[in-house]
C-alpha cells in the first residue's frame, strides 16, 4: 500500500511540476510576444487617437540572428548609402566621406565637400547616389551650411572621382531658408523618389522663435521636400498652383525629421521625427498634408511645461502613425526587403539614438503591430540603418561603429 501511495504521490508532483512549467512557459511567451517593449513611465498623460498608437505589443525576431561590429574608426558617421557593388557610402559628420567594404575595411577620407557648420547639430548629414551612379557616379547630400545670415540645411551634388577620393566638381543646389543663428534641428536625410527627384527633410531649428516656420508655407523650416536634380520644385508637387506657398514643399508641420524611407511594396514615403519629451513620430508622408508640430504634440516641454495648450489633436492635422512616450530618439530607417530573413520582409528598422538600439516595427494595413528591440545591450546611439545588397542590416553609430546584422 505504500508503495501505492508513493507512486501515486510521485506522479502527482511530477503532474504538478510539469503544469508549472507549462505554466511558465506560456508566461513566457505572453511576455516576449505581447508585452509592450517599453515599461518606463511615459512624460504625459496623453491619450492616443486610437487603439495602437503607442506601446504596441512586443514580438521576437524567431530567425537566429547575429550582429558582428564591422569597424570602430568612423568619426561620427551620419548617412550611409549602399553602393551598386555592395560597399558602403558612409558621411562623417566634420565633413568627409567613408566606402566601407565588406569586412569592413575603410577607405582614406574623401574630400571635396563645401565647409560644413559641423557645431551642434550640425555638419555632413544625409546622403544618396544617383539612380545613374554606374554611369554617372554622382552623389547627393544634406550638410549645415553658414551663412552671413546665419545658419541652413543645404542640399548638394558632386561626382565621386574614379580614385575615390574626392567629389568633384560639388554644387550647391538648393538652401533651405530663413537661415538662423542657431545649431540645432537642421533634420537631415535625402532619398531619390521613383519618378527620379529628390525628396528630403529639414528640421524648424529647434528654437521658440523658429518653431512657428514649421506651419508656415513660405518657409523652409520643418519640411519636406521634394525637388529636381538642378533644385528645382518638382513636377506635381501640392503647393505648385498656391502663390502663398514654396512650390517645392511636398508636406509640412514637422519638427526635427532624420528619417525617411519608401515602402517597398507600397512606395509610399515613411518618416520619423523627434518630439520633444516624449512625442517622437512615425508619419506615413501625403503630399499636401499637414503633420501638426508645433499646435500639436504627444510631447511636452523639456522643462515640462505643455505644448500648445495640450493639443494632440486637431481638424486638418495628421496623426502619428505611432509614437513613443518617453522618446526614442529615432534616426535613420530602412524598410527591409532583403529576402534573407522573410519574417522581417516590409518590416521597418530605426536607428535608436538616447535608446541605445534598434527598433524593428512590423506594420500592416500602415498600422504598427508589433515592436522589437535589437542590439540593446551594445550600449551604442545608433544614427543609421541600411540594408546592403548581401540582405543584410548595416548599422552605424555615433560612436564610430559599423555593425552588420544578418541571418547565422
Given at each position: 500500500?505504500?508503495?501505492?501511495?508513493?507512486?501515486?504521490?510521485?506522479?502527482?508532483?511530477m503532474?504538478?511540476?510539469a503544469?508549472?512549467?507549462?505554466q511558465r512557459?506560456?508566461?513566457?511567451?505572453?511576455?516576449?510576444?505581447?508585452t509592450?517593449?517599453?515599461?518606463k513611465a511615459?512624460?504625459?498623460?496623453?491619450?492616443?487617437?486610437?487603439?495602437?498608437q503607442?506601446?504596441?505589443?512586443?514580438?521576437?525576431t524567431?530567425?537566429a540572428i547575429?550582429?558582428?561590429?564591422?569597424?570602430t574608426?568612423?568619426?561620427?558617421?551620419?548617412?550611409?548609402a549602399?553602393?551598386?557593388?555592395?560597399?558602403l557610402?558612409?558621411?562623417?559628420?566634420s565633413?568627409?566621406?567613408?566606402?566601407?567594404?565588406?569586412?569592413?575595411?575603410l577607405?582614406?577620407?574623401?574630400?571635396?565637400?563645401?565647409?560644413v557648420?559641423?557645431?551642434?547639430?550640425g555638419?555632413?548629414?544625409?546622403?544618396?547616389?544617383?539612380?545613374?551612379?554606374?554611369?554617372?557616379?554622382?552623389?547627393?547630400y544634406t550638410?549645415?551650411?553658414?551663412?552671413?545670415?546665419?545658419?541652413l540645411?543645404?542640399?548638394?551634388?558632386?561626382?565621386?572621382?574614379?580614385?575615390?577620393?574626392?567629389?568633384?566638381?560639388?554644387?550647391?543646389i538648393?538652401?533651405?531658408?530663413?537661415a538662423?543663428?542657431?545649431?540645432?534641428?537642421?533634420?537631415?536625410?535625402?532619398?531619390?523618389?521613383?519618378?527620379?527627384?529628390?525628396?528630403?527633410?529639414?528640421?524648424?531649428r529647434?528654437?521658440i522663435?523658429?518653431?512657428?516656420?514649421?506651419?508656415?508655407?513660405?518657409?523652409?523650416?520643418?519640411k519636406i521636400?521634394?525637388?529636381?536634380?538642378?533644385?528645382?520644385?518638382?513636377?506635381?508637387?501640392?503647393f505648385?498652383n498656391d502663390?502663398?506657398?514654396r512650390?517645392e514643399?511636398y508636406?509640412?508641420?514637422?519638427?526635427?525629421?532624420?528619417?525617411?524611407?519608401?515602402?517597398?511594396?507600397?512606395?509610399?514615403?515613411?518618416?520619423?521625427e523627434?518630439?520633444?519629451?516624449?512625442?517622437?513620430?512615425?508619419?506615413?508622408?501625403?503630399?499636401?498634408?499637414?503633420?501638426?508640430?508645433?499646435?500639436?504634440t504627444?510631447?511636452?516641454?523639456?522643462?515640462g511645461?505643455?505644448?500648445?495648450?495640450?493639443?494632440?489633436?486637431?481638424?486638418?492635422?495628421e496623426?502619428?502613425?505611432?509614437?513613443?512616450?518617453?522618446?526614442?530618439?529615432p534616426?535613420?530607417?530602412?524598410?527591409?526587403?532583403?529576402?534573407?530573413?522573410?519574417?522581417?520582409?516590409?518590416n521597418?528598422?530605426?536607428?535608436?539614438?538616447?535608446?541605445?538600439?534598434?527598433?524593428?516595427?512590423?506594420?500592416?494595413?500602415?498600422?504598427v503591430?508589433g515592436e522589437?528591440?535589437?542590439?540593446?545591450?551594445?550600449?551604442?546611439?545608433?544614427?543609421?540603418?541600411?540594408?546592403?545588397?548581401?540582405?543584410?542590416?548595416?548599422?552605424?553609430?555615433?560612436?564610430?561603429?559599423?555593425y552588420r546584422?544578418?541571418?547565422?
Open positions: 500500500m505504500k508503495v501505492v501511495i508513493s507512486i501515486l504521490s510521485f506522479s502527482l508532483t503532474l504538478l511540476t503544469c508549472k512549467e507549462q512557459k506560456v508566461q513566457t511567451v505572453q511576455t516576449s510576444e505581447g509592450p517593449v517599453e515599461t511615459p512624460n504625459s498623460n496623453y491619450k492616443s487617437a486610437f487603439a495602437g503607442t506601446r504596441i505589443g512586443g514580438v521576437k524567431k530567425t547575429e550582429s558582428k561590429i564591422l569597424s574608426t568612423l568619426k561620427k558617421p551620419w548617412g550611409i549602399p553602393l551598386p557593388d555592395g560597399r557610402l558612409i558621411t562623417q559628420k565633413g568627409t566621406l567613408r566606402i566601407a567594404d565588406a569586412s569592413g575595411e577607405s582614406e577620407e574623401i574630400t571635396g565637400i563645401p565647409e557648420n559641423d557645431q551642434g547639430q555638419g555632413l548629414l544625409g546622403v544618396t547616389i544617383d539612380p545613374d551612379f554606374t554611369q554617372n557616379r554622382m552623389v547627393y550638410f549645415s551650411l553658414k551663412t552671413k545670415e546665419g545658419n540645411t543645404a542640399v548638394a551634388k558632386g561626382r565621386l572621382a574614379n580614385d575615390e577620393r574626392t567629389i568633384e566638381n560639388t554644387k550647391i538648393y538652401e533651405a531658408t530663413p538662423y543663428q542657431g545649431d540645432l534641428h537642421y533634420g537631415s536625410r535625402i532619398l531619390f523618389d521613383t519618378n527620379g527627384n529628390i525628396v528630403f527633410s529639414t528640421g524648424e529647434s528654437d522663435e523658429t518653431r512657428p516656420q514649421a506651419q508656415w508655407l513660405n518657409s523652409s523650416l520643418g521636400i521634394r525637388i529636381t536634380v538642378d533644385g528645382k520644385p518638382a513636377s506635381g508637387n501640392p505648385t502663390p502663398k506657398a512650390p514643399l508636406s509640412y508641420g514637422h519638427r526635427n525629421v532624420q528619417g525617411l524611407a519608401f515602402h517597398p511594396i507600397t512606395g509610399d514615403l515613411w518618416e520619423n523627434f518630439g520633444p519629451r516624449g512625442g517622437d513620430e512615425l508619419n506615413r508622408i501625403i503630399a499636401g498634408k499637414n503633420y501638426g508640430w508645433p499646435t500639436i504627444y510631447g511636452i516641454e523639456y522643462n511645461n505643455t505644448i500648445g495648450g495640450e493639443k494632440t489633436q486637431k481638424e486638418g492635422m496623426q502619428p502613425v505611432y509614437y513613443w512616450d518617453p522618446v526614442a530618439s534616426s535613420g530607417m530602412t524598410f527591409y526587403n532583403g529576402n534573407k530573413i522573410p519574417e522581417w520582409e516590409n521597418l528598422f530605426i536607428g535608436g539614438l538616447s535608446s541605445q538600439h534598434i527598433i524593428r516595427l512590423v506594420i500592416k494595413n500602415n498600422k503591430i522589437e528591440r535589437l542590439l540593446a545591450n551594445e550600449g551604442q546611439r545608433f544614427r543609421d540603418v541600411a540594408q546592403g545588397k548581401d540582405g543584410a542590416l548595416y548599422a552605424i553609430t555615433d560612436s564610430g561603429r559599423l546584422i544578418f541571418k547565422k
